[in-house]
């Protein structure tokens, strides 16, 4: 191995977690005592759950023990659910699922062949390449790039921004019995990103996660609109919202809401400043290395704990006000030392 490598041994296994450190739920920090040693104890005393230790597979380089030595520090776990107790079995039925699949060929058009156990599979995260389609425009609609986002809708905020105050808060002698003043406006933007929070919950609980059953063709729907993110969460690519599908769905949204709401194109300016603001904190609190005792420090540990954890809970990623009032919340236990990333 080069001096970059990170080599760790597992049960006489060899692994090299050089590509994982910066994405590890529990830190850079917490790994890096363990360069050149035995993680095999440390893996049990902080907790990991069966699809772990089915993930550090993609990082096995060889078979030999080496003199890859080492003790644990009992420092606590670092989740709080109690995690399933390693299960052989488990782990090679997982094993066996991934061998259903070539992972160097389109995904979508195999997914049929775990169609059976989908749930179990694709709540279980590799550190690999998922591409979903053979066609390459196809395929392309798939990635966005992070900065793609703020790009295509900070420019229609600020206009959609602009043209309503003028028409209803600024507008002269052309004001209506429906004019606004500048704090009522405001207001108005408040609560349309506040209907966003509800909306970024309802959407996360009971669309993304719909349970699709042995049903092909909903695993297929769920695959492409949130699977293919807990199957592969690390895929920087893929955890931010297309922006012309967004478009649509804003749309879409607005129609259905327009006859229901006061001032129905103030709230969705809020709803986008809102929906902004999301999928931003999501980007960064799986790429991103927050301060402990930030909000983002506390979000970014929330939000692994529903990948890796709680897949059916934690589902507030903004926000946790939501899963306190439908009693999905998840408390993260407190450590006695800081992550870091």
């Not at 993609?58 to 390693?86: C, Q």
């Not at 992070?146 to 921004?161: A, D, E, H, K, N």
């Not at 006859?259 to 931003?280: A, F, Q, R």
């Not at 540990?301 to 939501?322: L, M």
Request: aromatic content about 14%; charged content about 20%.
């Amino acid at each position: 191995m080069g001096s970059d490598d990170f080599p760790v041994a597992f049960d006489g296994r060899r692994y090299d977690l050089r590509r994982f450190l910066k994405d590890h739920p529990g830190g850079v920090n917490t790994l890096e005592r363990y360069k050149g040693k035995s993680i095999t104890q440390a893996m049990k005393i902080f907790g990991h759950s069966n699809s772990a230790y089915h993930m550090l597979g993609d990082f096995k380089v060889g078979e030999e023990n080496g003199v890859l030595t080492g003790d644990i520090s009992g420092n606590g776990r670092i989740i709080t659910k109690e995690e399933e107790n390693r299960d052989e079995k488990e782990i090679a039925h997982l094993e066996e699922l991934e061998s259903r699949l070539d992972w160097s060929m389109p995904i979508f058009c195999q997914l049929g062949a775990i169609a059976s156990d989908y749930d179990k599979w694709v709540h279980s995260a590799v550190f690999r390449n998922c591409r979903l389609f053979a066609n390459p425009i196809m395929e392309s609609m798939t990635y966005t790039q992070w900065y793609l986002v703020p790009t295509f809708w900070v420019p229609i905020i600020i206009y959609l921004m602009v043209t309503v105050y003028y028409q209803y808060v600024n507008c002269g002698d052309s004001c209506g019995p429906d004019s606004l003043t500048s704090l009522q406006y405001i207001q108005q933007l408040i609560s349309g990103v506040l209907l966003w929070t509800i909306l970024e919950y309802s959407l996360h609980r009971w669309v993304f996660h719909f349970n699709p059953g042995s049903n092909l063709n909903l695993i297929r729907v769920h695959f492409l609109i949130h699977g293919i993110h807990h199957k592969v969460p690390f895929d920087g690519l893929r955890q931010v919202f297309p922006p012309i599908p967004a478009a649509l769905l804003a749309a879409l949204l607005y129609f259905m809401l327009y006859p229901l709401v006061s001032y129905p194109i103030i709230k969705l300016i809020g709803g986008l400043i809102g929906y902004l603001i999301y999928d931003m904190i999501h980007y960064y609190v799986h790429h991103g290395s927050p301060k402990d005792g930030t909000y983002l420090y506390a979000m970014k540990r929330y939000h692994s704990n529903h990948h890796f954890v709680n897949h059916d809970k934690a589902f507030g990623i903004s926000s946790k006000i939501w899963d306190h009032v439908f009693k999905t919340f998840v408390q993260v236990k407190k450590l006695s030392f800081s992550l870091r990333w």
